[in-house]
């Protein structure tokens, strides 16, 4: 009897020791790397590009429509980005033949460190320069490495910021690699945690006030509209930025993003926007 | 342009955007003013956030950017050299080796030479501490924290008082 409750007090502790361990995981450890992905028939198109590789070739998205991609955002400089870097080479080499294509794109780099390094770990797959109006077209770029997953039919399935293990990636390459070109996955399940993604448009991706689409206004205007922003503060906390600083020195903060696109929508519906249209 | 939950997920995840600087702090002088002709100290007292850090001045490795004071030359103020503190050595996730950094309190100092020459009156002194910034999994554009001081210069009959004895008390210069 004795025995048998030994056995009993050792399975339920066994269960409430798992148990706190998974929610230890999924509170704590889990969260240290983010993994985005968005539900079931909501991916958001992957935003076109074209860039120059280092090698001088075209890099352009629209090449790989078809192709399972992993587009990493990283930089030499970046110690967690080149951890990833010889996996990269690895699932480059493994799943090529079936439709996989990593692309890199260097953040805030130079061409001959990136150059260097491209030699020196013998990368197998296409790295341009990237750019601030890119980096806004992927939702804007918090930190390095970001990558992104998108699959045979251009849609993103998952972003992973942060250092992220080969094991996770290869999971989700090999489910995208099942899906068909122009076909959604729909049974698409992902390695870390469900969360949404949002990519940029176009008008977004501008050096003017990036992050915010300012593509209607007229000349006149937009020097308006900037000089509002130049004359209110982010209040983000500690940055002691106006709104239009904040926008060009840090496309990635959320706070002047609202409140920079909340302004425009005010903007256009005040009388300024009146008094500097062009007369028709 | 993300949103909600993904927006403090990942803030959570790399820790801030970087409008929230990752190094904030001030530069500060010895003396509330200075003398022409005279050798002031002055330095930048910066914070690096919790979680974070940033390269040593001569990094470990020489792919990573280093932490550097860089003061505008204003005359009649000229900048000497900067003397930077000694990093810790930190074992990263990401990295085979210890590499060394700054965390948490950080004091960056530097003379300041004052012309012979200069005339009573406040002059601004300005430069930019320039970072990048890690944590264990992912790292941050560089970035530069800006910083200024109103620096009076007074007649040489004046007396002068310390200030931030606190700071100046420990630092040594090259």
Redesign the interface.
Known sequence: MTQRIKIVLGAVLAVVLGVGLYFLNARWIA????H?VKAAGKHPAAPDFSLTDINGAKLALADYRGKVVLLDFW?????????EIPEFVQMQQKYRDQGFAVLGVA??DTPD?VSK?YQQFRLNYPVAMGNSQLA?LY??I????TSFLIGRDGHIYSQH???TGPDVFEEEVRQLLAGKPGEEVTGFSPAG?V??????TPG?ANADVP?VDVSKLTTAQLAAFEKQLDANP?T????K?TLLQ?RR??A??????KLAREMLQKFQDSKTIAATAPKT | ???????M???????R?????VV?GSMVIDTDAVHPGSMAKIAVVAEVAPGYHINDHVPTLD???PTELKLDASPPLEPGTAAYPKGTARK????EQP?SVYEGKLVVGESLKIAAYAKPGVYQLKGNLDY?A?N???????AKLPVSLAIKVVSRSEKLKPSHSDVFSTLKLN
């Open positions: 969260p240290a790397t983010v985005r930089a030499t400089w970046c110690g967690p980005c080149r951890i953040m805030q460190s390094f806004a939702g804007g918090f930190g390095l490495p910021s942060g250092t945690q969360e949404e993604i949002e990519v940029g977004e992050g982010c983000c906390g500690g940055c930025f904040c020195q840090d990635t903060c959320p706070v002047s993003k | 342009m993300v949103r909600g939950g993904s927006v997920l990942l803030l959570a995840s790399l820790g955007s970087q409008s929230a600087p904030s792919y990573l950017i990263f996730q990401f990295m590499i990048q890690c264990d999994h992912a790292c941050l554009a560089p």
